[in-house]
T-cell receptor
């Protein structure tokens, strides 16, 4: 089954404790992207990657890191989480050649930083 | 300033009552405009891509249209299962490939 998986689905952590949210896709997509969704603000792009070893900043990259060492994986790293990073996070992937951005989204990771 | 503005924020329709959702954008040189549907607690689901003014796409009761500065998502004779948040996104022509801007969404409720 074609899918994007994220882990963990729910996470409660404390300020400053480094964490990683994993994202994996099994569709051989070149493009992957991370978003955060907050009430009243909609989806905002954090980082995206057009292919292995290629990443770019989106709207709100501050406080986040990403890496793309393999085509299927695109982990999101919070080196020192703060309460303002409490949010719902989505990973997405797509073929990039056609430009139609038919993105497949993961189920989301709800992060709470206390 | 938001590059993408969706209206209304929320819309309640009776089953069978057709209506339209609006997505206006301020980016210059649109590369593409995209519509997604999001159910509560789930990730968005892709609906349509539109590339140029005058283009239309249809899927079941949904039809998306594009003009030079806005897009409409027309919902004909909606059913309760069409209830969801509809998201619009754009890719700007002058920006890096893959840089997407989303609107805040329109929450649609269709009651029987």
């Amino acid at each position: 089954e074609a899918q994007v998986t994220q882990n963990p689905r729910y996470l409660i952590t404390v300020t400053g404790k480094k964490l990683t949210v994993t994202c994996s896709q099994n569709m051989n997509h070149e493009y992957m992207s991370w978003y955060r969704q907050d009430p009243g603000l909609g989806l905002r792009q954090i980082y995206y990657s057009m292919n292995v070893e290629v990443t770019d900043k989106g709207d709100v990259p501050e406080g986040y890191k990403v890496s793309r060492k393999e085509k299927r994986n695109f982990p999101l790293i919070l080196e020192s989480p703060s309460p303002n990073q409490t949010s719902l996070y989505f990973c997405a992937s797509s073929f990039s050649g056609t430009g139609n951005w038919e993105q497949y989204f993961g189920p989301g990771t709800r992060l709470t930083v206390t | 300033e938001d590059q993408v503005t969706q209206s209304p924020e929320a819309l309640r329709l009776q089953e069978g009552e057709s209506s339209s959702l609006n997505c206006s954008y301020t980016v210059s040189g649109l590369r593409g405009l995209f519509w997604y549907r999001q159910d509560p607690g789930k990730g968005p689901e892709f609906l349509f891509t539109l590339y140029s003014a005058g283009e239309e796409k249809e899927k079941e009761r949904l039809k998306a249209t594009l003009t030079k500065k806005e897009s409409f998502l027309h919902i004909t004779a909606p059913k309760p299962e069409d209830s969801a948040t509809y998201l619009c996104a754009v890719e700007e022509g002058g920006s890096t490939l893959g840089r997407l801007y989303f609107g805040r969404g329109t929450q649609l409720t269709v009651w029987p």
